[in-house]
C-alpha cells in the first residue's frame, strides 16, 4: 500500500506568485513517479497538500505562510443569510454528475470563464490538452458536477472523491450569469452532497486572506483551517 511516509518530495525553485504581487513562491510536489491513489491523496490532504492534474502539491514559501489549506466539516456546517439567498436564486438549476473527461461544450464554457476573469494573465487561452492536463487525472476519483439552466449549461464544479471528502478543484461558470453567485453555489451544493455520502470534510484549497478573489472562502463557517502543522478550528 502507498504510504506518504514513503512518498519523496521535490522543491521547485522560486517563481512568482500568481495570488500576491512582488512575492517569490516555491511549491513542494510528491514524486511525480510514485504511484498515487485517492487514499494517499486523502492522507496527504490531511497536511494541506492539494491536487493539480496528476500532480500532488502544496506551497512551501520562504517567509511566507499566507496559503493557508481550509476544509468545512460538513456536518456542523450552517448556511448563513448570504447562502440562503444564494440557493434560492439558483433553484431553478438542474444538477448532473459527469465523469471527468473533456466534453466540447464543457470546454467552451471554460473558455469564456477565462477569458472574463482571468484575462491576461496566462489562462486565458487554454486548449483541450492544457484543460485535461489541469482538471483530470488517471489515478483520482474525480466528478464533473454540471448545472444548467434549461438546456444550456452555466458551470460546472470539478470535484474530488477523497476516503472521507470531497475534494473542490476548480469551478468555472458562464459570466453571463455571474449575479448568481456560482461559485459560492457549488460549494454549498458540494456540502450537501458530502454530508448526504457520510463523509467528514469538504476541502476549499488554500485561503489567502490579503486576496480579494479567495474572501468568500472564508465565508463558510465554521471551517478550520491547517495552519503550523495541524488543523485548528475557525467559528
Known amino acids: ?18 495570488y500576491i504581487t512582488g512575492r517569490e513562491a516555491t511549491t513542494v510536489f510528491a514524486d511525480p513517479a510514485y504511484p498515487k491513489s485517492p487514499a494517499l491523496y486523502t492522507a496527504l490532504s490531511r497536511l494541506g497538500f492539494r491536487r493539480s492534474g496528476t500532480h500532488i502539491y502544496r506551497p512551501e514559501c520562504t517567509n511566507c505562510n499566507a496559503c493557508i489549506p481550509v476544509r468545512v466539516p460538513v456536518t456542523r456546517f450552517r448556511p448563513r443569510r448570504i447562502h440562503r439567498r444564494v440557493r434560492a436564486t439558483n433553484r431553478d438549476l438542474a444538477f448532473r454528475v459527469r465523469p471527468a473527461q473533456f466534453e466540447p461544450r464543457h470546454f467552451a464554457l471554460y473558455q469564456r470563464y477565462l477569458s472574463a476573469r482571468h484575462r491576461g494573465g496566462g489562462m486565458d487561452d487554454p486548449s483541450p490538452g492544457q484543460y485535461r492536463d489541469f482538471l483530470t487525472s488517471t489515478w483520482c476519483d474525480t466528478l464533473f ?30 459570466p453571463a450569469f455571474e449575479q448568481r453567485s456560482l461559485g459560492t453555489y457549488a460549494i454549498l451544493h458540494a456540502v450537501d452532497v458530502a454530508r448526504g455520502h457520510g463523509l467528514e470534510w469538504l476541502y476549499l484549497g488554500y485561503w489567502i486572506e490579503d486576496s480579494p478573489k479567495m474572501r468568500y472562502k472564508a465565508e463558510f463557517r465554521p471551517q478550520e483551517r491547517f495552519v503550523d502543522g495541524r488543523w485548528a478550528s475557525a467559528e
Open 145 to 174: 458536477f454540471e448545472y444548467s439552466l434549461g438546456a444550456a449549461v452555466v458551470a460546472v464544479s470539478v470535484i474530488d472523491r477523497l476516503t472521507d471528502a470531497l475534494s473542490c478543484v476548480y469551478t468555472f461558470f458562464d
Open 1 to 18: 500500500m502507498n504510504s506518504p511516509n514513503r512518498v519523496r518530495f521535490f522543491t521547485t525553485p522560486g517563481h512568482p506568485c500568481t
